[in-house]
């Protein structure tokens, strides 16, 4: 029998997720199974009543706040229904349930000997629902590109209560008219919870690589930096599988070591191989050194191989979010706040962008604001995010981001490469997306939700008001 929870305790525990927004929902569910899952969505249909599907309400953008109706909790909807071994036993098929742990996953994965590469850094907080209903992708997309690559088929109960089943197409050659017609996954990956719930989702996976390599490298300038990053992108071989970069601010934040400390103000980038078992470190360094010893403080270089290097290098690495995320915590008390950029250019424009973006605030006078860049350079894809002290910097701040987001998408990128819309970036969405495609994109949620009801607010808009 649905339970729908209208306790204020209870409630109140699903109004925020990592934006900084707060939701307002009327009433929690929490399905057990597929046919609870069912009679909600229908009941809440039949009254009208909105839903938002929620994760692990790890969304920067306010994606899982419910505006208003019922917020409905997946993550009770755990486990693998059924794993599908390919004949060649070199890469396999498992169905999931929607709200199964990411990191659980692949950690339950990789003990039967499977890897599925789509790697968040949020994986322990996310569910794989959230991460197909916003395309979510990580370190390792450098080479093995965003979550919509792994999805084989997708099952959803849609905003009319109708049961849809669509899978990836397994043909290259096919000209069935527009493309998302060619693979309906187009469509519903990254639709944020706006056309209907996903009830089950088929991943493809394949074998772990043998071994890995990591090597952290510091570099005396921007421009050393990017040469090398353009070079390691042409590396054929052993060529990284991950490509991080952090500079001088993002690194004054980290105080363990992993290295003989670096000279003040440098910038550093991590990189990763995979490869086989019998291609020893010194093999890997032997390609690798020329480019080091080129533009990189080889002295300051690291290489890790252990799980346990794996591990540290990874906890420092956490450490740059999450101080951030205090630190943008600390500004809410005097009026400012952390804001996170999540645009994505070309490689090739990325000297471009951080021009720009650095001309824009010495304009504005707004230059010595605490911000950093890190993440994934070698997708031309940093996470530029900003603390702003006061509300006239806010103010200030907030009115350049049309700007900067406008300046990606004319370099050739995008201003929302990894988190989705959400309720924080839809206005950017009308001002930017062509006119025509966002009426498109309407049109298509009305087919699958006629009234309305599915996730008011993400992607297009038009919610009430969330508080910030
Ligand atoms: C510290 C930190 C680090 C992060 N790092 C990354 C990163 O490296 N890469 C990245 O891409 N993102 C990152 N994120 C953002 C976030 O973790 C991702 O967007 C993630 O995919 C959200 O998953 P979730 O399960 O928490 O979903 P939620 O936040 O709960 O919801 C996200 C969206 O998914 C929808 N949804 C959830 N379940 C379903 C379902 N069953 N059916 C339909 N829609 C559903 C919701 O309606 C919402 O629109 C990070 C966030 C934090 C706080």
Known sequence: MTQFITDTDILASYKTDASGLFGSPDAIARPRDYQDLKEIVLTCLQSQTAIT??????????????????????????????????????????????????????????????????????????????????????????????????????????????????????????????????????????????????????????????????????????????????????QERYPAYCLEGFDAPALSLVT?????????????????????????????????????????????????????????IYNWRQIIPSLMNTQGKIATASGGKKHSTDWCVPLNQLQNMFTFVDQILTDADLLDLPHIRYGH??????????????????????????????????????FVAEHGVGKLKAPYLKKLLDKKLFEAGRNIKQIFDPQGLMAPGNIWGDSKELFT
Not at 260 to 283: C, R
Not at 284 to 296: R, V
């Open 53 to 234: 599907p929620i994760g692990g309400l790890s969304s920067t953008t306010g994606a899982p706040l419910a505006p208003y109706g019922l917020a409905l909790d997946c993550t009770q909807l755990t486990g693998i229904i059924d794993l599908d071994i390919a004949s060649d036993s070199k890469s396999a098929t498992a169905l999931i349930y929607p709200g199964t742990n990411l990191q659980t996953l692949k950690t339950t994965l990789e003990t039967e000997g499977w890897y599925y590469p789509p790697d968040p850094t949020s994986a322990s907080s996310c569910t794989l629902g959230g991460t197909v209903s916003t395309n979510a992708s990580g370190p390792g997309s450098y080479q093995y590109g965003s979550t919509h690559r792994w999805v084989e088929a997708i099952h959803m109960l849609d905003g009319a209560g109708q049961e849809q089943h669509w899978q990836r197409n397994q043909v290259e050659k096919i000209t069935l008219g527009y493309r998302f017609l060619a693979n309906p996954l187009d469509l519903i990956i990254g639709s944020e919870g706006t056309l209907g719930v996903f009830t089950r989702i088929q991943i493809r996976l394949i074998r772990p690589p043998e071994q890995r390599t990591g090597i952290l490298t510091f570099f005396s300038s921007l421009s050393d930096l990017l040469v090398f990053l353009q070079a390691a992108c042409q």
């Open 256 to 312: 363990t070591s992993l290295t003989s400390t670096p000279p003040t103000d440098s910038l550093a980038i991590y990189l990763e191989i995979e490869h086989t078992g019998d291609v020893t470190t010194d093999k890997i360094l032997s390609h690798w050194l020329p480019l080091l010893e080129a533009n990189a403080l080889v002295e300051h270089t690291s290489i890790f191989q252990s799980p346990q290097d794996f591990r540290d």
């Open 377 to 414: 350079f070698g997708n031309g894809h940093p996470h530029h995010n900003f603390i702003t002290r006061n509300p006239d910097e806010d103010k200030r701040l907030t009115k350049l981001l049309p700007q900067l987001y406008q300046q990606a998408i004319n370099l050739g990128g995008t």
